[in-house]
């Protein structure tokens, strides 16, 4: 583990790594000293404002680096937020903007005073008596965030909507037993409980269902350890925040809404992606019951997943030979928040990479091909998301979510689920639901012009085909700023070329971008919820790179009218055309819960890859060596 002190005194050595310790509390205390702020002011975030492309570009080790920050803050007791740029050097704030109707993320130091508030509200105690608890103690409130509906009594507020399950025993699993029916509304500046929705009440499913190890009556036996080994060491380089391997370098970043992002991605020096990050998230329920319709929840919007992510465990949470990264931000009353191990950075086999039998001359070659991974997880109350990116030694870049956890649960009378779920266990029911993540993908392909093109397989017309298998692919240049859906009936993708860049055969250089998990959206796009969530209505979302426009839903998501972001962004009509592009993709996961996801889900994936596409002017692996793995040997030579 790294020294504490010794990381708090440790100055950037490259203008896009992360605000240091020493940096957080500096930035709190211009803040706080501010003359132009209210007194008692709270943060909502301190993050690095990173600095212009030109700068970076330019920059060489050792050369001075000038830091400013990014600092929302809000008001205790007031509605708005006021958004900040301060700077390092000068100590002292460059600018402030008030906005007046914007809410703030709800904190994680929030999250038990409105538990606290909701187990002491009168009525609230009164409707778990009606469901037969009595002791409060063993009542477990979630606070999710509201949204916007047309409801008496919250307009102008900032509120939170709870759900409550009933923990029996100490460490037990409560989500086995959930009090359906029962919601509260909470003002989060006043800790007022306005409004307290009892639809009705399920008996509370008594039925234990626990994960925890101590809890199983039989542990398996039979597994042998699978040891990874690197006798000779890592063959990646860490500096700082700034990573090396194979061809591949990097800044790894992290942030308290993003968590972890990456920066000014190489391949042998040449640029592929400025900047990359899952920008945001949306989970929206299917159930119209009780205070369920309200289930449409921004994780990383409306609470930001960097002070969730998880502090991981070397031989568990990562296997190998392990890097780890620490994590720094602010809390919300300005002092430091740190997550120890939140980055985790390690090479993993990952198969062949090529291979090839000559049947002529029974001449075989073959290489193994081998990734570095950069992860991170979050828990975002009852559900793990884990961050994971992959880098490849032929260019690919392939980003890969793991949701594990345990699933949202309602209760229910057994055997009679409302058909928006599945009955996971007796009385327990899981909704339907989606979890659509958007990725931020600022493109650099050789450089910061940029086109895209559009790339459908189509099939030649009859006339032009006799014999019925004639087929091609067809290119379209997209010329605005658009948004676009994938086609599996074309297998369409989409190119990022520098038409000032040329490979071997006259051809733009490129990367391709070729969707894998895009998922339709049930939401009505004219609904309240839909309205906030427009970005999950295309696959892609394409703009001309401007630094304010950072999130896909816009930049303050509680209580928002869905007026900003990427759907708005577009509406510009900006040129597309030999540019700086970015690429906001929209993936996910369509979740139909199961008996298999409790009490505990087994990881579901999805993702995306951006593969080379010619980027290189021939396979770029023909120059690793060929070797074999002296430690692999015969199964049963080894018993």
């Known amino acids: ?156 507020r900032h509120l939170c909507h709870t759900f409550a399950w009933q923990k029996v025993g100490g460490a037990a699993n409560y989500y086995a037993h959930p009090i359906e029916g ?40 039979d597994l042998k350890a699978i040891d990874v080994v690197q006798p000779n060491g890592v063959s990646f380089q860490l500096d700082g925040h700034e990573l090396k391997w194979h061809e591949w370098d990097l800044v790894i970043g992290f942030n308290a809404r993003e968590s972890l992002t990456l920066h000014d991605i190489r391949y042998g020096g040449r640029p592929v992606l400025y900047r990359a990050s899952v920008a945001e998230m949306v989970v929206p329920y299917g159930s119209p019951d009780g205070g369920h319709f309200r289930k449409n929840v921004f994780d990383i919007g409306e609470y930001g997943i960097g002070k969730l992510t998880n502090s991981l465990k070397l031989g568990c949470d990562c296997l190998g030979s392990i890097q780890y990264l620490d994590a720094w931000t602010g809390d919300m009353y300005g002092g430091l928040f740190q997550v120890e191990n939140a980055i985790c950075i390690h090479e993993e086999d990952s198969g062949i990479l090529w291979k090839h039998w000559d049947f002529r001359s029974d001449h075989t070659e073959v290489r193994r091909a081998r990734r570095l991974v950069i992860s991170s997880i979050v828990t975002v109350g009852n559900y793990e998301y884990g961050f994971y990116w992959y880098l490849y030694m032929d260019g690919m870049i392939e980003f890969e979510m793991k949701a594990t956890g345990i699933i949202n649960t309602t209760a229910c009378i057994p055997g009679q689920p409302s058909k928006y779920g599945r009955e996971v266990a007796p009385g327990v029911v899981g909704q339907i639901h989606q979890h659509v993540f958007c990725a931020r993908l600022d493109m650099a392909v050789d450089g910061e012009e940029n086109s895209v093109v559009e790339c459908n397989t189509v099939v030649e017309p009859p006339e032009n085909n006799p014999y019925g298998n004639a087929f091609f692919e067809e290119e379209t240049v997209l010329t605005t700023e658009t948004g676009r859906k994938a086609n599996p009936a074309s297998q369409r993708y989409w190119k990022f070329i520098n038409p000032n860049k040329q490979n071997h055969v006259g051809r733009p250089t490129a990367y391709k971008l070729e969707p894998q998990s895009c998922i339709t959206p049930f939401l009505n796009p004219d609904s309240p919820s839909g309205k906030r969530s427009a970005f999950i209505n295309n696959h892609l979302w394409l703009t001309p790179y401007k630094p304010e426009e950072r999130f896909p839903a816009g930049d303050f998501m509680n209580h928002s009218d869905g007026s900003d972001g990427v759907a708005a962004y577009v509406k510009q009509g900006r040129s597309l055309e030999n540019t700086d592009v970015v690429a906001w993709h929209t993936f996910g996961l369509h979740h139909q819960p199961r008996p298999e996801d409790f009490p505990v889900q087994p990881c579901v994936t999805c993702g995306f890859k951006l593969m080379p596409a010619g980027f290189f002017d021939t396979n770029p692996c023909l120059d690793l060596p060929s070797e074999e793995n002296k430690a692999s040997c015969h199964a049963q030579a080894a018993e």
Request: charged share 30%; with cysteine.
């Open 182 to 221: 029962l919601n509260a509304v909470v003002d989060i500046k006043s800790l007022e409980v306005i409004r307290v929705d009892d639809y009705g009440a399920i008996p509370v499913p008594e039925k234990k269902f626990e994960y925890l190890a101590a809890t199983q009556e039989t542990v398996r036996q």
């Open 1 to 156: 583990m790294l020294d504490t002190l010794a990381v708090q005194t440790t100055k950037p050595t490259h203008p896009l790594q992360p605000l240091t310790p020493t940096e957080i509390e500096q930035v709190a205390a211009i803040v706080k000293a501010s003359s132009e702020l209210p007194d008692g002011i709270y943060f909502e975030m301190i993050e690095l404002k990173e600095p212009a492309k030109s700068v970076v570009r330019g920059f060489s080790r050792g050369d001075v680096i000038e830091r400013q920050a990014r600092v929302n803050m809000f008001p205790k007791d007031e509605i708005g937020v006021y958004r900040g740029v301060v700077s390092l050097d000068e100590n002292k704030v460059l600018s402030v903007e008030h906005l007046p109707t914007a809410r703030p993320m709800i904190q994680l130091e929030q999250f038990m005073e409105i538990e606290g508030t909701i187990k002491a509200a009168p009525d609230f105690i009164e409707a778990c008596r009606k469901r037969g608890i009595t002791d409060m103690d063993t009542v477990c409130v979630d606070p999710w965030s509201a949204g916007v509906f047309d409801i008496e009594g919250e307009d102008g």
